[in-house]
């Protein structure tokens, strides 16, 4: 058995990397980015950007909300079996759609950020926007030509446990 010590320098030089490399996305067009993305000098004063609560507290309640409300809204149809009304049904879906979007905006601006690729950062919210528009038509289909969500997923479980159900019988 090798000695703790020679253990840990062991460990440490295999997770070990030399080398920084940032995130790039190869498809992606990047904009020139000045060394170490500094601009100016080190004595010109930093100017912050404008505040804006809809960019700062209010998109953080907003993203607790929808979080928070998620718990009650999943919990239900499992403990009354499945059948909710529509409105709860609804109410869950877009909850659900609205915290999707929430979350994938934060992905977007954390690895495709303007600074860096441009207008594809643009491009980029614009087909999360496109993507939660038309996911919301699908929603309201769901409600009204359907059963809803939760009444689309209890079919396709109960259809699964059918078919193995069966198949049982035939062996």
């Given at each position: 058995?090798?000695?703790?010590?020679?253990?840990?320098?062991s460990?440490?030089?295999?997770?070990?990397?030399?080398?920084k490399?940032?995130?790039t996305?190869?498809?992606?067009?990047t904009?020139?980015?000045?060394?170490?993305?500094?601009?100016?000098?080190?004595?010109?004063?930093?100017?912050?950007?404008?505040p804006?609560?809809?960019?700062?507290?209010?998109?953080?309640?907003?993203?607790?909300?929808?979080?928070?409300?998620?718990?009650?809204?999943?919990?239900?149809?499992?403990?009354?079996?499945?059948?909710?009304?529509?409105v709860?049904?609804?109410?869950?879906?877009?909850?659900?759609?609205?915290?999707?979007?929430?979350?994938?905006?934060?992905?977007?601006?954390?690895?495709?950020?303007q600074?860096?690729?441009?207008?594809?950062?643009?491009?980029?919210?614009?087909?999360?926007?496109?993507?939660?528009?038309l996911?919301?038509?699908?929603?309201?289909?769901?409600?009204?030509?359907?059963?809803?969500?939760?009444?689309?997923?209890?079919?396709?479980?109960?259809?699964?446990?059918?078919?193995?159900?069966q198949?049982?019988?035939?062996?």
């Amino acid at each position: 058995m090798l000695p703790r010590t020679t253990f840990r320098t062991s460990l440490n030089r295999i997770f070990h990397t030399t080398s920084k490399r940032s995130l790039t996305i190869p498809f992606l067009s990047t904009l020139p980015q000045k060394p170490g993305g500094v601009e100016g000098t080190a004595n010109d004063p930093f100017i912050p950007p404008a505040p804006s609560k809809t960019h700062g507290s209010y998109h953080w309640d907003f993203e607790r909300f929808l979080a928070v409300s998620l718990i009650p809204l999943v919990t239900l149809p499992l403990a009354t079996g499945g059948s909710i009304s529509t409105v709860a049904d609804g109410f869950l879906s877009t909850v659900l759609l609205g915290h999707l979007y929430v979350g994938f905006q934060s992905c977007i601006i954390d690895y495709i950020p303007q600074r860096v690729y441009g207008k594809n950062h643009g491009r980029a919210m614009f087909l999360l926007s496109l993507g939660s528009l038309l996911s919301l038509i699908g929603v309201y289909k769901l409600e009204t030509e359907e059963n809803g969500t939760i009444g689309v997923l209890t079919s396709l479980w109960k259809s699964r446990k059918d078919d193995e159900g069966q198949q049982d019988e035939k062996n």
